[in-house]
C-alpha cells in the first residue's frame, strides 16, 4: 500500500525536551510539508521541503527544525524553544511542490508536552 | 496574503445535494483554489482543485465563479460519511516561495 506514515500516533514529553516526529513516504513524491493544527483550528504550514536536501521555513517555524536527507523521509523535531508544542502534527507529501498539485496527508501524531 | 472565508457550519439532508462556499477576494491570477476535509482526529483527504474553469471527480464538483473570488465546492448526494470540515485553500507561489493557506473550514452536518 502506497501512503505516508507517521510515527507514533500519541506522544508525550516533558517541558524541555527535544522531541522529534516522524514521516515516512512510499509514494516517491519529491514534496514534503509539515503542519500543526490546535483544536478547532486549521492547518498552519512550519516547514516544507520540495527536494531533497533542502528545505523552507512555513509560517510557524521557531522552535521547529526538519531534515531531508532522503526522498522519503522528513523528520520533525519539536525543541524546547517551542513555546507551546502541545498540539496535532501533519505531515503531507505531493509528486512536486507546485500550485496544481494536491497533497495526500498522514494520520497525525498528537503532542501533548507537560 | 491571500485568505479564504468560509461559513463555520452547515447542514444538509442525507442524498441531498450540498454547496459549500468560499471566498476568496484577494486570489491572485496563479493561485490555485484546493478542497480537502477532514474527520476528526485524522489528516485532511484531497477532493478537488481548480484554477479558472469548472472542475469534476468522483467525489465532487468544484464551480468558480469568472472573477475567481468566490467558489463553490458541491457535494450532489450528501451522505453521512461526507459529514466533516471542509477547507478551502489557495495554492500559489508568492515571493519566491510556495504557499498553503487553510482556513478555519466549514463543519458539514448531515443529517440521516
Known amino acids: 500500500d502506497g501512503g505516508i506514515t507517521q510515527s507514533p500516533k500519541y506522544l508525550f514529553r516533558k517541558e524541555g525536551q527535544n522531541v522529534t516526529l516522524s514521516c515516512e513516504q512510499n509514494l516517491n513524491h519529491d514534496a514534503m510539508y509539515w503542519y500543526r493544527q490546535d483544536p478547532g483550528q486549521g492547518l498552519r504550514l512550519i516547514y516544507y521541503s520540495q527536494i531533497v536536501n533542502d528545505f523552507q521555513k512555513g509560517d510557524i517555524a521557531e522552535g521547529y527544525s526538519v531534515s531531508r536527507e532522503k526522498k522519503e523521509s522528513f523528520p520533525l523535531t519539536v525543541t524546547s524553544a517551542q513555546k507551546n508544542p502541545t498540539a496535532f502534527y501533519l505531515c503531507a507529501s505531493s509528486m512536486s511542490g507546485g500550485s496544481s498539485y494536491e497533497q495526500y496527508f498522514g494520520p497525525g501524531t498528537r503532542l501533548t508536552v507537560t | 496574503d491571500a485568505k479564504t472565508t468560509q461559513p463555520n457550519s452547515m447542514e444538509s439532508n442525507e442524498e441531498e445535494p450540498v454547496h459549500l462556499p468560499c471566498n476568496h477576494s484577494t486570489i491572485s491570477g496563479t493561485d490555485y483554489i484546493h478542497w480537502y476535509r477532514q474527520l476528526p482526529s485524522q489528516g485532511p483527504e484531497y477532493v478537488i482543485h481548480?484554477?479558472?474553469s469548472n472542475v469534476n471527480n468522483r467525489m465532487a464538483s468544484l464551480a468558480i465563479a469568472e472573477d475567481r473570488k468566490s467558489s463553490t465546492l458541491i457535494l450532489h448526494r450528501a451522505t453521512l460519511r461526507d459529514a466533516a470540515v471542509y477547507y478551502c485553500?489557495?495554492?500559489?507561489?508568492?515571493?519566491?516561495?510556495?504557499?498553503?493557506?487553510f482556513g478555519t473550514g466549514t463543519r458539514l452536518k448531515v443529517l440521516a
Open positions: 481548480g484554477l479558472t
Open positions: 485553500i489557495l495554492r500559489g507561489f508568492t515571493s519566491g516561495t510556495y504557499k498553503y493557506i
